[in-house]
């Protein structure tokens, strides 16, 4: 059976696009694929974390994939830092990657900027690590919002360049970006995408969100000019509300435009607001259901599971660039 592999950070909150871009297709995605999902707890510490916000976020997040409906009994659900094999080979492949290739990254120029003060050297090498995630499960494909675009062709090129120098190692995988949501907008501004990190939250829709701030945030939501309710790229603000309600209600666009033809935005707003209540009732009521101990067991059944295949995978790339010691040799 041919592998997925996808994570999420345990920084701030998981929102709406984080849903609609990738969490959602990794639901449907794990009954074709052995599916591997994971919680990048290493990756979190690239920007500055308060520790104990950190670790009751990993396990929260854990909480949230299961809640969307993982199911642990097909796939597996893990936190980064339980396989210490994604550092190990981040260092192998910090020795392949060059420095050019990765101060091409936008997310780290963007990240930087807003950092401008003490960028970590974690920050730069942000992509290597997400790369070492990927390649250590021979992953087929990579179920990600459009925003990860970039760091999967990184994660090709230098898969590609450890095949090519010391012999076929690694799986290149193909990226998974979903023809509509990989690219969820600000409620506030549809110019920028909905982002955790956003300052301004009545733009982002977080799972967590309570009823009254959801439809506070959705009677905020700025409109474009004109009046007609329909999917038009050039009217982003319209486009993107309509493109949550299409993935929320599984309706066709027709369907839904004959729906708002000749009503105000107002109503589009509320009925959005609506939906988006009703989706996330059950969703809160599952992450409050499941308890600390059921939780454990996943994870350490999880971290088993990837340390396996994980383990393997490090030991043919080390084996492969003749890094050998004490306990590896023969003579
Ligand atoms: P992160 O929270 O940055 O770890 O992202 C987790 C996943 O959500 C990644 O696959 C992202 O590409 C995806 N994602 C983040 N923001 C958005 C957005 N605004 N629209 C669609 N997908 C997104
Ligand atoms: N960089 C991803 C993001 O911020 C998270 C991530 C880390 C990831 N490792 C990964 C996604 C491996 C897919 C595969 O969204």
């Not at 709406?16 to 794990?30: I, S």
């Not at 963007?110 to 942000?126: H, T």
């Not at 990927?134 to 179920?143: A, G, K, M, R």
């Not at 309600?245 to 708002?260: A, H, K, M, N």
Request: net charge neutral.
């Amino acid at each position: 059976m041919k592998r997925i592999f996808s994570g999420a950070q345990p920084t701030g909150n998981i929102h709406l696009g984080n849903y609609l871009g990738a969490l959602r297709n990794w639901v449907t995605l794990q009954h074709e694929y052995e599916s591997f999902f994971c919680i990048v707890n290493l990756h979190a510490i690239t920007i500055p974390q308060d520790p104990k916000v950190l670790a009751e976020k990993t396990r929260e997040l854990a909480r949230i994939y299961l809640a969307v409906g993982i199911d642990p009994e097909i796939s597996t659900i893990f936190v980064q830092s339980d396989v210490p094999q994604h550092a190990e080979l981040t260092w192998i492949l910090n020795c392949l990657a060059r420095m050019s290739e990765l101060e091409r990254m936008t997310q780290f120029k963007d990240k930087s900027r807003k950092q401008s003060e003490n960028v970590s050297a974690g920050l730069f090498d942000y992509p290597v690590l997400m790369a070492s995630d990927i390649l250590l499960y021979q992953t087929e494909l990579v179920p990600v919002g459009d925003d990860q675009k970039q760091h999967l062709e990184f994660t090709r090129d230098i898969a590609t360049r450890f095949n090519r120098d010391f012999g076929d190692t690694f799986r290149v995988p193909e990226p998974y970006i979903p023809k509509v949501g990989a690219r969820i907008m600000s409620l506030s501004d549809p110019t920028k995408k909905m982002s955790k990190s956003d300052d301004d939250a009545t733009g982002c829709v977080m799972l967590l969100d309570d009823p009254d701030a959801v439809n506070r945030k959705f009677k905020r939501a700025v409109t474009d000019s004109g009046t007609e309710i329909k999917f038009d790229n050039s009217r982003p603000a319209i486009t993107n509300l309509l493109t949550i309600y299409q993935l929320l209600t599984g309706q066709p666009i027709v369907e839904i435009e004959s729906r708002f033809a000749g009503r105000g935005y107002a109503q589009l707003k509320q009925n959005l607001a609506d939906v988006t209540v009703e989706f996330l009732r059950p969703f809160q009521d599952q992450v409050k259901g499941i308890g600390a101990e059921h939780l454990n067991r996943i994870l350490r059944q999880g971290r088993e599971k990837a340390r396996q295949i994980a383990g393997t995978t490090l030991a043919n790339a080390y084996a492969a660039m003749g890094i050998v010691g004490a306990s590896t040799t023969d003579e």
